[in-house]
């Protein structure tokens, strides 16, 4: 950075750190050494010295090791001394001048914030998901169920021998792998149309809407596998995560899940699944009948019987569970 020449002087305002005055300076640098004349006589090496960033229309800042600094409002003569003393800017600072650099940046934040929301998020979530004990996924269900009461749901009309029929015969069936997650099927009338969703808490709803729909004890069966395939998969906390990720990094780092849980009836009421998660939960419905000796047909008619009610008021279940012709497709080519 140093220069056996004199730099012609560039004015501007000093101050030395401790007061509000303001004096009127020159600033020379001879040799390395940047001098002040004119209300102060000082003089620094330049290493020791540190210079704001070119800012469009700010002053450009020269600041001292005790604390005083320099403000030249000549950008230009100053860009000319400091190009005499061999000093270059950032390549950050250097970008952010030109709009070519700008549009680089642009691009970049865009393609690292698209990449984190489709592959990093969704990993960390389901890491999140994963790590939470049984104990605190339970306790950030609790109170769901209360909110989906108040707002789309009311007490069920079925009959309680129907219920414990339908009970019944679910617990009868083996889940198809190790582990699964405890239940509790409970039902409801919906003001929305038949549904069924599964909550942390372990409860499966079931509509009576949905039962009478299907009025097939198998089909019934079959939705509640699908269900109980959410369950296991831990799908509705991973989107919780997901769509509280400051939330959830609070609860990683201090432990706190009162974020969590305030967002959780919010999900729980806009229910929707990833394509991903829904064929992972038909597969493990597909699985869990074929397991039980039960024809994987039952679950492609309830999807059918649901897709010829969706041009009415019975169209809530496939708006969170859509039942595509590839999805009914799949299920019947792993009969």
Not at 105 to 128: M, N
Not at 236 to 259: C, E, H, K, N, P
Not at 274 to 295: K, P
Not at 320 to 330: K, L, M, V
Request: overall charge neutral; proline content about 4%.
């Amino acid at each position: 950075m140093d220069t056996s020449n004199a730099s012609t002087g560039v004015t501007g305002r000093y101050f030395d750190g401790k007061t509000s005055r303001l004096h009127r300076v020159t600033l020379t640098v001879t040799d390395g050494v940047a001098h002040l004349s004119g209300d102060v006589e000082r003089s620094a090496p330049l290493a020791s010295l540190r210079v704001s960033e070119r800012a469009r229309h700010a002053a450009r800042k020269v600041s001292f090791e005790d604390g005083a600094w320099l403000e030249v409002d000549d950008r230009a003569a100053f860009a000319q001394l400091l190009a005499g003393t061999g000093h270059r800017d950032t390549g950050v600072v250097r970008a952010q001048q030109s709009w070519r650099g700008v549009l680089v940046a642009l691009g970049v934040t865009v393609g690292v914030v698209v990449v984190s929301y489709v592959y990093l998020l969704p990993a960390a979530a389901g890491w999140v998901a994963n790590t939470l004990p049984v104990s605190v996924e339970r306790q950030m269900g609790q109170g769901v169920l209360e909110v989906l009461d108040r707002r789309v749901l009311g007490p069920t009309r079925l009959p309680a021998a129907r219920q414990e029929q339908l009970r019944r015969q679910f617990a009868a069936l083996v889940a198809p792998e190790p582990d699964a997650p405890t239940w509790t099927l409970v039902f409801r009338s919906s003001r929305i149309g038949p549904n069924a969703l599964a909550l942390p808490s372990g409860d499966i709803v079931m509509t009576d809407q949905l039962v009478n729909l299907l009025k097939d004890d198998q089909a019934v069966m079959a939705v509640l596998a699908h269900e109980l395939g959410h369950l296991h998969r831990r799908h509705l906390t991973r989107r919780l995560v997901q769509s509280s990720a400051v939330a959830a990094g609070t609860w990683v780092i201090f432990g706190d899940l009162s974020a969590m849980l305030t967002a959780l009836p919010t999900v729980a009421l806009d229910m929707k699944y990833s394509r991903e998660a829904e064929y992972e939960a038909d597969d493990y419905a597909v699985a869990m009948l074929r397991h039980n000796g039960i024809d994987p047909e039952h679950m492609a008619q309830a999807f059918v019987k649901l897709g010829q009610a969706s041009g009415g008021q019975d169209a809530s279940y496939l708006s969170s569970h859509p039942a595509t012709g590839e999805r009914i497709a799949r299920i019947r080519a792993a009969r």
